[in-house]
């Protein structure tokens, strides 16, 4: 089966500059993703989706396929699905390829671990009528929907004050789960309009350390001591 993973890296960032190759332990952090998904079993071929001829000269000095993206799906407002969607057709396009699964590799992500690529795979594989799959970290009681609070001229109220009143303490609320650090999708509900979170989809539970997710320099320091502390180890 081929399995393609796509790095989505453009070179415009509303907060770190050219954050997809800032420097972590003296390694871009397009680095680590591409070395997690080179070390997984099931991607067969693995290119970065750019606009950027900074970013596109890093790739080829990590022997890593550049794919060009056009200007228009670089701005703020372009999806990651609509990235996706084009690197599946213009591969279909230019060289009749054609990935039975859709790999999403942000680089932001550093500490995706190759184990947390293979086994989604295998579940999205085994599970029937699936469309796509991600991993996800669970959610913290404090953190919880149900404790959610709106401020409305000064006051406070809960968002959802009937289901807390249902459910007061941590152990009668319902899990709840965030956004981990991997997506993968079937190249065919892309091609047919879906999201890249296609449904039906199955869901894999991660520690939240792997999920870090860089967006400001905290993050990138914090990123620093997980690595230094051997929080997280990479492969």
Same mark, same amino acid.
């Given at each position: 089966?081929?399995?393609?993973?796509?790095?989505?890296?453009?070179?415009?960032?509303?907060?770190?500059?050219? !954050?997809?190759? /800032?420097?972590?332990?003296?390694?871009?952090?397009?680095?680590?993703?591409?070395?997690?998904?080179?070390?997984?079993?099931?991607? =067969?071929?693995?290119? #970065?989706? =750019? $606009?950027?001829?900074?970013?596109? =000269? $890093?790739?080829?000095?990590?022997?890593?396929?550049?794919? *060009?993206?056009?200007? @228009?799906?670089?701005?703020? %407002?372009?999806?990651? =699905?609509?990235?996706?969607?084009?690197?599946?057709?213009?591969?279909?396009?230019? @060289?009749?390829?054609?990935?039975?699964?859709?790999?999403?590799?942000?680089? +932001?992500?550093?500490?995706?671990?190759?184990?947390?690529?293979? !086994?989604?795979?295998?579940?999205?594989?085994?599970? &029937?009528?699936? &469309?796509?799959? &991600? +991993?996800?970290?669970?959610?913290?009681?404090?953190?919880?929907?149900?404790?959610?609070?709106?401020?409305?001229?000064? /006051?406070?109220?809960? @968002?959802?004050?009937?289901?807390?009143? !249902?459910?007061?303490?941590?152990?009668?609320?319902?899990?709840?789960?965030?956004?981990?650090?991997? #997506?993968? +999708? /079937?190249?065919?509900?892309?091609?047919?309009?879906?999201?890249?979170?296609?449904? *039906?989809?199955?869901?894999? $539970?991660?520690?939240?350390?792997?999920?870090?997710?860089?967006?400001?320099?905290? %993050?990138?320091?914090?990123? @620093?001591?997980?690595?230094?502390? &051997?929080?997280?180890?990479? *492969?």
């Amino acid at each position: 089966m081929e399995v393609l993973g796509v790095i989505p890296a453009r070179g415009g960032s509303k907060g770190l500059k050219y !954050k997809n190759i /800032k420097k972590l332990q003296n390694k871009p952090l397009l680095w680590y993703v591409a070395n997690a998904a080179r070390q997984s079993d099931s991607i =067969t071929r693995l290119v #970065c989706s =750019t $606009e950027d001829d900074r970013i596109a =000269t $890093e790739c080829r000095r990590q022997n890593l396929e550049v794919l *060009p993206r056009p200007d @228009e799906l670089a701005s703020d %407002d372009a999806g990651i =699905t609509e990235v996706l969607r084009h690197a599946v057709r213009s591969l279909s396009k230019n @060289e009749n390829y054609s990935p039975q699964l859709v790999v999403r590799l942000l680089p +932001t992500h550093p500490f995706i671990q190759p184990s947390h690529i293979d !086994k989604l795979v295998g579940k999205i594989q085994s599970t &029937q009528n699936v &469309q796509s799959g &991600q +991993t996800l970290i669970k959610i913290p009681h404090h953190f919880h929907m149900y404790n959610q609070r709106t401020i409305e001229d000064g /006051k406070i109220s809960y @968002e959802f004050k009937e289901e807390r009143e !249902k459910h007061p303490n941590r152990q009668s609320k319902p899990d709840t789960y965030g956004s981990g650090n991997v #997506c993968i +999708t /079937k190249s065919s509900a892309l091609l047919s309009g879906e999201s890249h979170f296609a449904e *039906p989809a199955v869901g894999m $539970e991660i520690n939240q350390i792997y999920a870090l997710d860089i967006d400001r320099k905290e %993050d990138l320091e914090l990123a @620093e001591w997980y690595l230094k502390t &051997q929080k997280v180890t990479i *492969p």
